[in-house]
């Protein structure tokens, strides 16, 4: 620990003396402490778990205040366009803005007032769908929308982390050039793709270090406003066994773990934080079917069922999970909705759990059209969207319409979503729109 004064020079020793000289002999680093497993440190040295746990734990605290007392400027837009340097403590050309509660917009009127106005920084909202829906599609219009100031966005940059493929930087310009609301803003005032931080994870070990050390020194360091992770299921899905209870179990607590860290940056920077999910089918409990088509018996005393078992199992059944996760899932609880096309956000009620509010994509078509004669002609496919619950705002009633163009994603209306062709494009914008290029091969129904 040699250089641990050189990193932090007014990091309080007391506590943690007697672990020097051990942690010295055997080379340990202020990057070993914050990047491999304090188990794997204890035994090395030999040391007290709970003792290097805690060491840990105040190096990374007083690291990350060491930057937040560096950074003791804020960056905001300021009329050239560019992200300008302000005192944090000089706000009082924004205090008529701070007045009202900044939102991340997705700067169509329909699906905005569905989501109550926006999406509320100091929380974990989720956004839910099938492959080819427009997850992908959705967020990238929030990297670009949470720059502009505020009320109309957060004024702040962006950080996309990704875990399947990396951020498509081409259909983030084409949304950026096309958009009618950026493309009314003068140039110096429009978003930048200067302002969208990247990263790329590929494994949950990977994964964690980022959002628990990285990311919070980031937040601060390029004053981010929005983070998105897109998505969380793919690691999860590559090293979690989902079969057995105990592969359940053990990924129960790493997605607790996932969802206090990320509740804990969104709540202690006021910052939102958007993931996106995956689906898989659902396949509901048969048994109640079973017993209510099973024949009648002949016997007098056995065709009348028994009152108080009746009323047991029936409160059973209401309480059950099958039948309360239409409230929370997104699907079951409209109707007209077909049993063959319900599914389940991926990851299960252990995930739920984290997560402050749902957004649910849909879509639906038929395969194929006939034309007559041998002529058969695919369908145009039917999006919408749905608020399913949120603390700031109440679930959507009707499904929003909506449609993926040059632009991102925009509502219309109903009689639109049947009539209306698709938007035409022709050479490299063609390109982006087409949807096999919206799925990757990570991207698939997921138990």
């Known amino acids: 620990m040699s250089d641990l004064l050189e990193v932090l020079p007014n990091f309080d020793l007391k506590s943690h003396r007697h672990l020097l000289h051990s942690l010295e002999k055997n080379d340990i680093t202020v990057a070993d402490l914050i990047s491999l497993d304090p188990i794997d440190i204890a035994r090395k040295c030999p040391l007290p778990t709970t003792d290097v746990q805690r060491l840990v734990s105040d190096v990374v605290k007083a690291l990350q205040e060491d930057v937040q007392g560096a950074v003791n400027k804020r960056w905001d837009v300021g009329h050239s ?198 689906v898989a089918d659902r396949f509901e409990d048969i048994r109640p079917i079973l017993r209510s088509s099973s024949p009648a018996s002949s016997s007098p005393s056995m065709s009348t069922p028994n009152l108080s078992t009746t009323v047991v199992d029936s409160r059973r059944e209401t309480q059950s999970l099958d039948h309360q996760q239409r409230f929370f899932t997104g699907w079951g609880d409209q109707p007209g909705e077909k049993r063959t096309q319900l599914k389940n956000p991926a990851l299960g009620l252990a995930w739920t759990n984290q997560i402050s509010a749902r957004i649910v994509l849909k879509m639906e078509s038929e395969r194929q059209e006939y034309m007559g004669g041998n002529i058969w002609r695919d369908r145009k496919k039917s999006r919408t969207l749905r608020l399913v619950f949120a603390p700031w705002a109440s679930p959507t009633s009707d499904p929003i319409p909506y449609e993926i163009g040059m632009p991102g994603i925009s509502s219309i209306s109903e009689d639109d979503s049947d009539s209306q062709a698709p938007v035409q494009a022709d050479g490299e914008d063609g390109e982006l729109l087409k949807e096999e290029l919206w799925a990757t091969d990570e991207d698939e129904e997921f138990p």
Request: no cysteine; aromatic share 4%.
């Open 81 to 278: 366009g560019s992200l300008k340097e302000t005192d944090a403590l000089d706000k009082e050309e924004g205090d008529e803005v701070q007045g009202t509660e900044a939102t991340v917009k997705t700067l169509d009127i329909d699906i905005d007032g569905a989501l109550g106005g926006g999406l509320v920084p100091g929380h974990i909202i989720e956004v839910v769908g099938e492959s080819a829906v427009g997850k992908t599609q959705f967020v990238l219009g929030l990297l670009l929308s949470a720059q502009l100031p505020q009320p109309r966005g957060l004024g702040k940059g962006t950080i996309y982390v990704s875990t399947e493929a990396p951020l498509n930087t081409a259909r983030l310009s084409q949304i950026l050039t096309s958009h009618p609301e950026y493309e009314s803003l003068p140039p110096a005032e429009r978003p930048s793709l200067d302002y969208v931080h990247a990263i790329a994870t590929n494994d949950l070990e990977a994964q964690e270090h980022i959002l628990r050390y990285q990311l919070p020194v980031a937040i601060r360091r390029f004053n981010i406003g929005l983070i998105v992770l897109d998505s969380v299921a793919a690691n999860f899905r590559a090293e979690h066994e989902s079969r057995t209870a105990a592969g359940l179990a053990e990924r129960a607590i790493e997605l607790s773990k996932l969802g206090n860290t990320l509740r804990r940056v969104a709540i202690e920077n006021n910052a939102v934080v958007v993931v996106t999910n995956q």
